[in-house]
């Protein structure tokens, strides 16, 4: 969710005017870097004692024994497929039936804009632990024997986010000249999705996929209450063995995902940078 | 269309459908209110009453310290600074569950970190009471997402806040203390309570990162129905989970009307 927030609150926080000739109150920088320095400490220490504790043996020495024993931990690998299965699979998913969904609503029919965002916020508002308990009760049997009980789950779950930077990226397209265009031009209904729609969504696409792929590989909730050790899940019961491994995989992991979202966003600023001046030029 | 209202009526309708039908069956599949009875009483009651009183404390402290930072942040004049916090703050209000509460554990433990650098100054947290696995421990840990997302939800607010009117008042005289009364409370009060209704909303619901951190021993209602899940019931009240689960459904339900409702009169100024 958040990582669509930033870029509004970017340009909302970025945006604030500058009040001209505004007496600069000492006062104010002394109250503001005590906040700051208070606020950045309890953040970010945290993350420091997680580190140096992925970087410590028992007998609290430097060691990176922590990070090198993690892939043959038992268990270990199985966690991590189960959760790379269930993260591949639930993006399959979700982009098969929100894209079209979105595309389709926003041509046809507009009017349930509405009742679309009001659907997709509901998996916001109601806890996945509840979530869950109505879904182990209804699937049945063979679906609940299945891991990929809990893909179709996290459809659900990613639905507030991914919708709404489909609709964010379909609102800032002419769909319908675009659509009109590629229709008139011979095309079919795959065919404009495929090469006129998704090429253009680009950029929603991508946040899209990143931010189901954090969901997915963070889930804890759903994933132990339905009896299945990913990678979260395992990191949790790991830990009775060793604490050092368990932190390890946990700050691994996390270091991780920042990276991939951050060379996703960064990938996707450089091309539609690029994409700008081009049509400038032309 | 079609594919998306199955979909969703599967997945989302369903299970909630079967969470309020089961919260009034009995095991031998009658109509009752026995489960509804039971939840209102003794244990359970004590988890919604835990629960609400961790939200509200969740929401209230991390609402405050939320708007100060967000407030610091809005009136410096450092873009790179306005940058870093927007996304700062995007990636920790998603944090949660098992990566926090390693970090917390290897920070507040009783062998983390902060924990050994205050005890060498003599102020060792853990003899003067403090527990992290305890109630006020989830509490403190829960500040680490819930303060995060009020500094995202409130920033647009705060840029609503116009110097002009600041300028305005100070024109007729308002000191400090006056823009701040008549202006600058009144028009950020829809925001800040609508902010800290969300957070009611997300410590309320949250429960993995308090099952990790305490290994399920506080007393809240997610805890109970994970608990439940797992088997922990006690023959003839198998159903009792389905009507905790209906009990939070209303508590949610309660929040996001009140949260819709001061969202309308929020709107007003943010335009």
């Given at each position: 969710m958040a990582s669509l927030i930033p870029d509004i609150v970017e340009d909302a926080l970025v945006a604030v005017p500058e009040a001209p000739g505004r007496r600069r109150r000492p006062r104010l920088r002394v109250w503001r870097a005590v906040v700051l320095f208070i606020a950045g400490a309890y953040f970010l220490i945290p993350i420091y004692a997680g580190l140096r504790f992925s970087f410590e043996n028992d007998a609290g020495h430097l060691s990176l024994y922590a990070v090198k024993a993690i892939p043959s931990e038992p268990g270990f690998s199985a966690a991590f497929w189960l959760s790379m299965r269930l993260a591949v699979v639930t993006l399959a998913l979700t982009l098969v039936l929100m894209v079209p969904t979105s595309v389709y609503v926003h041509l046809k029919?507009?009017?349930l804009r509405r009742l679309l965002d009001f659907v997709t916020i509901l998996p916001i508002v109601i806890p996945p632990i509840v979530l869950i308990l109505g879904v182990l009760r209804a699937a049945p049997l063979w679906l609940r024997a299945s891991p990929y009980l809990l893909s179709l789950v996290y459809v659900i779950l990613s639905m507030p986010f991914v919708y709404r930077s489909l609709d964010a990226g379909l609102s800032a397209i002419d769909l319908k000249t675009l659509v009109e265009a590629s229709r008139s031009l011979g095309g079919n209904w795959l065919n404009t999705l495929w090469r006129v729609v998704v090429p253009n969504l680009r950029s929603a696409l991508l946040s899209a996929t990143v931010l189901t792929l954090a969901l997915v590989l963070g889930e804890f909730t759903m994933a132990s209450l339905d009896l299945w050790t990913t990678l979260p899940v395992w990191i949790y019961q790991f830990q009775q063995v060793d604490a050092h491994v368990s932190t390890a995989v946990s700050m691994v992991s996390l270091i991780g995902t920042w990276l991939l979202i951050t060379l996703i966003v960064s990938l996707d600023r450089s091309q539609s940078r690029r994409t700008r001046r081009r049509t400038n030029n032309s | 269309m079609a594919p998306f209202s199955i979909y969703s009526f599967l997945g989302l309708g369903v299970p909630i459908i079967a969470v309020i039908y089961y919260a009034f069956q009995?095991?031998?599949?009658k109509p009752t209110l026995s489960n509804i009875a039971l939840v209102t009483h003794g244990s359970y009651l004590l988890g919604f009453e835990n629960s609400i009183v961790l939200a509200l404390i969740t929401s209230i402290v991390p609402g405050i310290i939320g708007l100060i930072l967000a407030y610091a942040i809005a009136t410096s004049r450092s873009a790179t600074l306005k940058r870093l916090v927007a996304t700062a703050s995007g990636v920790l209000a998603n944090f949660g569950g098992i990566n926090l509460t390693f970090m917390f554990i290897a920070t507040l433990g009783s062998t983390g970190i902060l924990t050994a650098w205050l005890s060498a100054i003599h102020l060792n947290p853990w003899n003067f009471g403090f527990n992290l696995y305890s109630f006020y421990g989830v509490a403190l840990v829960y500040l680490y997402f819930q303060v995060p997302l009020m500094v995202l939800v409130i920033t647009p607010a705060l840029g609503g806040l116009r110097p002009s009117w600041r300028e305005a008042a100070e024109n007729m005289g308002a000191s400090s203390w006056g823009y701040w009364r008549y202006v600058g409370v009144p028009v950020l009060m829809p925001s800040v309570l609508g902010g800290m209704l969300l957070l009611f909303g997300s410590g309320f619901a949250a429960y993995a990162t308090a099952e990790t951190l305490t290994a399920g021993t506080v007393t809240l209602a997610p805890i109970q129905i994970g608990s439940l899940l797992a088997g922990n019931q006690l023959a003839g009240q198998e159903n009792v989970g389905y009507a905790v689960g209906l009990g939070m459904f209303v508590v949610l339900a309660v929040t996001m009307i009140l949260y819709g409702l001061v969202r309308r009169r929020a709107s007003k100024w943010l335009r």
């Amino acid at each position: 969710m958040a990582s669509l927030i930033p870029d509004i609150v970017e340009d909302a926080l970025v945006a604030v005017p500058e009040a001209p000739g505004r007496r600069r109150r000492p006062r104010l920088r002394v109250w503001r870097a005590v906040v700051l320095f208070i606020a950045g400490a309890y953040f970010l220490i945290p993350i420091y004692a997680g580190l140096r504790f992925s970087f410590e043996n028992d007998a609290g020495h430097l060691s990176l024994y922590a990070v090198k024993a993690i892939p043959s931990e038992p268990g270990f690998s199985a966690a991590f497929w189960l959760s790379m299965r269930l993260a591949v699979v639930t993006l399959a998913l979700t982009l098969v039936l929100m894209v079209p969904t979105s595309v389709y609503v926003h041509l046809k029919l507009p009017r349930l804009r509405r009742l679309l965002d009001f659907v997709t916020i509901l998996p916001i508002v109601i806890p996945p632990i509840v979530l869950i308990l109505g879904v182990l009760r209804a699937a049945p049997l063979w679906l609940r024997a299945s891991p990929y009980l809990l893909s179709l789950v996290y459809v659900i779950l990613s639905m507030p986010f991914v919708y709404r930077s489909l609709d964010a990226g379909l609102s800032a397209i002419d769909l319908k000249t675009l659509v009109e265009a590629s229709r008139s031009l011979g095309g079919n209904w795959l065919n404009t999705l495929w090469r006129v729609v998704v090429p253009n969504l680009r950029s929603a696409l991508l946040s899209a996929t990143v931010l189901t792929l954090a969901l997915v590989l963070g889930e804890f909730t759903m994933a132990s209450l339905d009896l299945w050790t990913t990678l979260p899940v395992w990191i949790y019961q790991f830990q009775q063995v060793d604490a050092h491994v368990s932190t390890a995989v946990s700050m691994v992991s996390l270091i991780g995902t920042w990276l991939l979202i951050t060379l996703i966003v960064s990938l996707d600023r450089s091309q539609s940078r690029r994409t700008r001046r081009r049509t400038n030029n032309s | 269309m079609a594919p998306f209202s199955i979909y969703s009526f599967l997945g989302l309708g369903v299970p909630i459908i079967a969470v309020i039908y089961y919260a009034f069956q009995s095991e031998q599949g009658k109509p009752t209110l026995s489960n509804i009875a039971l939840v209102t009483h003794g244990s359970y009651l004590l988890g919604f009453e835990n629960s609400i009183v961790l939200a509200l404390i969740t929401s209230i402290v991390p609402g405050i310290i939320g708007l100060i930072l967000a407030y610091a942040i809005a009136t410096s004049r450092s873009a790179t600074l306005k940058r870093l916090v927007a996304t700062a703050s995007g990636v920790l209000a998603n944090f949660g569950g098992i990566n926090l509460t390693f970090m917390f554990i290897a920070t507040l433990g009783s062998t983390g970190i902060l924990t050994a650098w205050l005890s060498a100054i003599h102020l060792n947290p853990w003899n003067f009471g403090f527990n992290l696995y305890s109630f006020y421990g989830v509490a403190l840990v829960y500040l680490y997402f819930q303060v995060p997302l009020m500094v995202l939800v409130i920033t647009p607010a705060l840029g609503g806040l116009r110097p002009s009117w600041r300028e305005a008042a100070e024109n007729m005289g308002a000191s400090s203390w006056g823009y701040w009364r008549y202006v600058g409370v009144p028009v950020l009060m829809p925001s800040v309570l609508g902010g800290m209704l969300l957070l009611f909303g997300s410590g309320f619901a949250a429960y993995a990162t308090a099952e990790t951190l305490t290994a399920g021993t506080v007393t809240l209602a997610p805890i109970q129905i994970g608990s439940l899940l797992a088997g922990n019931q006690l023959a003839g009240q198998e159903n009792v989970g389905y009507a905790v689960g209906l009990g939070m459904f209303v508590v949610l339900a309660v929040t996001m009307i009140l949260y819709g409702l001061v969202r309308r009169r929020a709107s007003k100024w943010l335009r």
